[in-house]
């Protein structure tokens, strides 16, 4: 088991920054990849980035993220963070991290829901305009 503790979120201004972090505990962090994704009201989850348990590895990201969000991973603090900049009032959502296998790394497994066995119960993000 893995448990995924994420935080970081909050209410702010469009243009503004935000720091999610997520904690994990329970079997070894470095095993797995992990992903973001967000949910927001009345729509389907999806995809935000992914960052593979290997170093090196150049991080997935979905086209609204690309050049605003930055995922990064401390293996040694059992914690994956997504950097975000210059919300959008689009970008408002539940975020939530996700612990995948560490077999296979393609954007095809990666950015499904599916692939992730282990979840977070999310943090709120709020972008107001």
């Known amino acids: 088991q893995v448990q995924l503790v994420e935080s970081g979120g909050g209410l702010v201004q469009a243009g503004g920054s935000l720091r999610l972090s997520c904690a994990a505990s329970?079997?070894?962090?470095?095993?797995?990849?992990m992903g973001w994704f967000r949910q927001a009201p009345g729509k389907e989850r999806e995809f935000v980035s992914a960052?593979?348990?290997?170093?090196?590895?150049?991080?997935y990201y979905t086209d609204s993220a690309k050049g605003r969000f930055t995922i990064s991973r401390d293996n040694a603090k059992n914690t994956v963070y997504l950097q975000m900049n210059s919300l959008k009032p689009e970008d408002t959502a539940v975020y939530y991290c996700a612990a995948a296998p560490s077999f296979g790394w393609s954007y095809g497994r990666l950015s499904a829901g599916r692939e992730y066995n282990y979840w977070g119960l999310g943090t709120q993000v709020t972008v107001s305009s």
């Open positions: 960052i593979s348990w290997r170093t090196g590895i150049s991080p």
């Open positions: 329970g079997r070894t962090f470095s095993n797995y990849h």
